[in-house]
């Protein structure tokens, strides 16, 4: 529930000679699939949001760090990914701007602790999962010790319709302390079960009824 906008900005003013991107797609929640299906059903629209994000951070380099066990996922961003530097429109020099991104995949074992960002980061440098204390934060000293964003796959796929209609359209979603969407899936003893996304402020009642 961390503001994104206030973790980019502290990544984006902390002097560094490297800045590093992090998506978390470590979805290891019992029951949970929401993350998978965004990235098998629209790989594109969640490298779009990582490459919106890098680039406002000031980062050339960034992470998706998966669950081993989601191999159609990752064979699916491989291929999205092929095709957007084929297309140009990721490595160096995109769009004959001068930025350059490489966005590239890290299996992670399906550690329930590796979804917090620390475990994650400490996992992702070839350590053991662990969380460890803040501060310092991740986005000031995150990943080999440089300034580093951690977002999840939800809020990085939000990031092309946010740039595309504009921030009053997301803030016309959902609660004013809390706009948008929030997906769940749904399963056990209910009416219907799969996927359901629903405005924030939505009662669990009327998500299971």
């Known amino acids: 529930g961390f503001s994104t906008g206030e973790k980019w900005k502290a990544a984006f ?42 680039y406002a951070i000031g980062s050339n380099r960034a992470y998706i760090y998966i669950r081993s066990e989601y191999k159609d996922s990752i064979k699916r961003i491989n291929n999205a990914i092929k095709v957007l530097r084929d297309l140009g429109l990721l490595g160096d020099n995109i769009l004959d701007s001068g930025y350059n991104l490489q966005i590239s995949l890290r299996k992670g074992p399906g550690a329930f ?42 809020t990085l796929s939000n990031l092309p319709k946010i740039i595309n209609y504009g921030p009053s359209w997301f803030k016309g979603i959902g609660t004013a302390d809390c ?31």
Do not use: H, W
């Open 113 to 154: 602790v590796c979804g917090e960002e620390t475990a994650l980061i400490a996992s992702l440098e070839g350590r053991r999962g662990m969380p460890s204390s803040k501060p310092p934060y991740p986005s000031t000293s995150g990943y080999l010790g440089r300034p580093t964003v951690v977002n999840n796959v939800e």
């Open 179 to 209: 706009p948008g969407t929030k997906i769940f899936s749904i399963s056990g003893r209910v009416a219907l079960s799969g996927l359901v996304e629903v405005p924030m402020g939505t009662t669990f009642d009327t998500i299971v009824n």
């Open 13 to 54: 003013l902390t002097p560094s000679d490297q800045k590093y991107m992090v998506c978390n797609a470590e979805e290891s929640d019992p029951g949970a699939f929401m993350d998978r299906t965004l990235m098998e059903g629209n790989p594109f629209q969640l490298l779009e949001g990582i490459s919106i994000a890098s």
